[in-house]
């Protein structure tokens, strides 16, 4: 029941870019937005109340296609795939276009901080028992262009409840943006 | 030339939070999308190369409307409004709906941590005389509900070329997240 969302949330994805990076007429414009009010009335005939928090899918698992870096569901998203490597590092390939623009031509630093908060807490998290960002500390190095990008975290050493864990966002010369993050897990009861 | 484009941004804003929400069938989610399909093919009829970068209005003043935060013509852009009051700290009231989830019901960390970034570098820019985010830390206190916001942030001192700022976003009962922030002025030449 989740699935036939996807290939809609792709072309709002592309709406969103087009949306900034038009320079058609207005009377255009106002076509175009004529149809996206048309497509806003069809998908609210139906609403879920709230945001989509966590839901759970047919197979039992519990899915957030509505988080706003991995979701599926949501057009803001890039979206992340986060994968995890044996050692228990993560890592993520994406592009950045001009929908998460700061500087001209350039990602926004707030995008990278943005990112680098996700995929640091991935290898912070253990099944069954997530950890909690504590403090998440970005060094801008340079600046980061829109396009491919990749990013990554480990688990620099583990303290009690605290794991502090090091990443980077990399272009093809190397690392942009740098962090470091301490994620603390809720004690069992 | 910029200004009819916000009432279409506006529509692509709804669109992106009714995507996350719909819970209508195949058959209309399919009729939505084929709007949406229509509206991208016209509004790419005219598309400007890479992203929307800084461009000069009819008034000769450089505007940034793709940016990701800002950006009246981005529809990722909540978009902020910062208010610069006359002792140098700004502030800024926001909305943030599904479209930011990160935990169920819950503002993803993440989104907190980008709308920092960019609140505490407002107060280190000077007229004509931008800054450059050095490093920013963000220290979650508890989670941030989906709704309305405040985020402010003020000069803690300027040391050099260095400019240490402060700041946090706010729900009704107080402050969710912390930050601080080093941003660098370059020397002039």
Not at 28 to 45: C, N, P, T, Y
Not at 49 to 63: H, L, N, Q, V
Not at 72 to 86: F, K, T
Not at 125 to 137: D, E, M, N
């Amino acid at each position: 029941m989740t699935g036939e969302f996807e290939p809609l949330t792709q072309s709002v994805r592309r709406l969103i870019d087009v949306t900034i990076r038009s320079e058609v007429g207005n009377a255009v414009a106002a076509e175009a937005k004529a149809h996206i009010d048309r497509a806003v009335e069809l998908l609210s005939a139906d609403l879920m109340p709230g945001s989509y928090g966590m839901r759970t899918a047919d197979d039992g698992r519990p899915t957030v296609l509505g988080n706003v870096l991995i979701g599926a569901r949501n057009p803001v998203a890039p979206p992340l795939v986060i994968h995890h490597e044996p050692q228990g590092s993560v890592y993520t390939e994406f592009e950045l276009g001009a929908a998460y623009e700061g500087p001209a031509g350039h990602v926004h630093g707030g995008v990278c901080a943005m990112i680098l908060d996700h995929v640091l807490a991935a290898p912070a998290h253990q099944p069954g028992q997530p950890a909690v960002t504590g403090t998440l500390t970005v060094r801008y190095l340079r600046p980061t262009r829109l396009g491919q990008l990749r990013a990554e975290a480990r688990v620099d050493r583990v303290d009690g409840a605290k794991t502090y864990v090091v990443g980077h966002i990399a272009d093809s010369d190397g690392a942009t943006v740098e962090a470091s993050g301490v994620f603390i897990r809720p004690r069992r009861r």
